[in-house]
T-cell receptor, first 114, second 117 residues
């Protein structure tokens, strides 16, 4: 099976702009989670989608949003970018809605805000 | 709130020697614990998980982890380290989500493993 794919791999944006990142989960996986990784804050959970519904949300401002499509692909959007949004954004998918499946991560999108 | 701690920012070990990367946890209820590895400019790769059962969990690439309830620890081990094991290792705990299920992980700060010849 193909792994989790994320596009684009690298992005450079300017403060105040908005950005959309895309994630395609492993075939058959219906749960998609997003994480932000920074040197200062480490890995932090953004949100999780399952069957097109946001199931859980982390402690991020409303500028961070996401959605999931019927084919389980997911997008996250960050509006009004700030310098502190520069990070590696990781997407992960899981095979089951309950139980304790492991999450499989994509390679990430490196966002740089200037 | 649930949390995991990785007390060492970096661990150095010689190739061929055993390695240990430490992790302690704080949870209410049963802990569901994971180890992931991250290579430069890559995402996280799943190594192993502890749900229940045997305290020694075997995972990918020859890694194993020992769950110790009394010490609230979940240390990652490998009998013989390879230079190619050099990477950033993360311990994680699955948050208990009371309704609706869900897959939310809380990660430790990571431990950089350096294996030298």
């Amino acid at each position: 099976k193909a792994g989790v794919t994320q596009t684009p791999r690298y992005l450079i944006k300017t403060r105040g702009q908005q950005v959309t990142l895309s994630c395609s989960p492993i075939s058959g996986h219906r749960s998609v989670s997003w994480y932000q990784q920074t040197p200062g804050q480490g890995l932090q959970f953004l949100f999780e989608y399952f069957s097109e519904t946001q199931r859980n949300k982390g402690n991020f401002p409303g500028r961070f949003s996401g959605r999931q499509f019927s084919n389980s692909r997911s997008e996250m959007n960050v509006s009004t970018l700030e310098l502190g949004d520069s990070a590696l954004y990781l997407c992960a998918s899981s095979s089951r809605d309950r139980g304790l499946p492991e999450q499989y991560f994509g390679p990430g999108t490196r966002l740089t805000v200037t | 709130a649930q949390s995991v701690a990785q007390p060492e920012d970096q661990v150095n070990v010689a190739e061929g020697n055993p390695l240990t990367v430490k992790c302690t946890y704080s949870v209410s209820g049963n802990p569901y614990l994971f180890w992931y590895v991250q290579y430069p400019n890559r995402g996280l790769q799943f190594l192993l998980k502890y749900i229940t059962g045997d305290n020694l969990v075997k995972g990918s690439y020859g890694f194993e982890a020992e769950f110790n309830k009394s010490q609230t620890s979940f240390h990652l081990k490998k009998p013989s380290a390879l230079v190619s094991d050099s990477a950033l290792y993360f311990c994680a705990v699955r948050d208990i989500i009371l309704t609706g299920g869900g897959n939310k992980l809380t990660f430790g700060t990571g431990t950089q493993l350096k294996v030298e010849l």
